[in-house]
């Protein structure tokens, strides 16, 4: 009697340890999906991440777009910075902007094009009467212009010239008159060559006063709309 219940004791007890050690192996079967899952990151978050990244980075890069200046760490932002240059100068750079567009619209209706080699003819000769040690880069940069902006320049005067050449007549009285009232300020000394820069003074001021009825007339006859209000 005593040996059967050992043997049932026996039996129980095997029983027990397996039952317990068939336990574990159930349990990390079931928990093996769950840490795959744990390591896997939604691609919806993955993609916001890396566009807030990217964003930040763009911002860093042009942040003068947004900020022009700090002081004690405090920003002046480009929109109180534009509205104050719109303020104050908006008006005088939009009509100079349409009044470049008219005299743009007028040269290539008249099919007047200014070479580049002409252009930098006429750059050439300005630095020529630069002062000694100075080149044409650095006096621009002290003007805040760029070799562009003054291409550009260029280019719209010499077509000026070209249109309103065939108005300018000069008489010998009117040189004689102009030299006269001006001879204080020439360079040259010979009488030849007073008489071609005055020759040249006075053909600029009758382009001057040309250019302002011209530029009115191309006004009163062109469809132009202000969408600003100053």
């Known amino acids: 009697m005593i040996e059967k219940s050992k043997e049932k004791i026996a039996r129980k007890a095997s029983g027990k340890v397996k039952a317990k050690v068939s336990q574990p192996k159930a ?4 928990k093996t999906p ?15 991440f890396l566009a807030i990244i990217v964003v930040g980075f763009l911002v860093y890069q042009n942040k003068d777009l947004l900020i022009v200046a700090t002081v004690n760490n ?29 005299i743009k619209q007028a040269a290539k209706d008249q099919k007047i094009v200014i070479s580049q080699e002409k ?19 650095q006096a621009l940069q002290m003007q805040g212009m760029s070799r562009e902006n003054l291409e550009e320049q260029m280019r719209l005067q010499l077509a000026i010239e070209e249109i309103l050449a065939p108005k300018i007549q000069i008489t010998d009285e009117e040189l ?15 009488e030849a060559q007073i008489k071609e820069e005055a020759q ?11 250019f302002q009825s011209w530029l009115q007339e191309l006004t009163e006859k062109a469809k132009i709309n202000r969408w600003l209000k100053f």
């Not at 102009?178 to 360079?187: G, H, L």
Request: cysteine-free; aromatic content about 6%; charged content about 30%.
């Open 119 to 137: 252009i930098d003819e006429e750059m050439a000769e300005i630095e020529k009467g630069l002062p000694e040690g100075m080149n044409l880069d």
């Open 34 to 48: 769950a840490k795959e899952k744990s390591f896997k990151i939604p691609v919806k978050k993955l993609i916001i």
């Open 176 to 190: 004689k008159q102009y030299i006269e009232e001006n001879k204080d300020y020439f360079s040259a000394t010979q």
């Open 27 to 30: 349990m990390s079967q079931e």
């Open 200 to 210: 040249e003074g006075l053909r600029q001021q009758k382009l001057n006063q040309n």
């Open 74 to 102: 405090k920003p002046i932002s480009r929109q109180s910075f534009n509205q104050q240059i719109e303020s104050q100068y908006g008006q005088q750079v939009l009509e100079t902007m349409i009044n470049e567009e008219l």
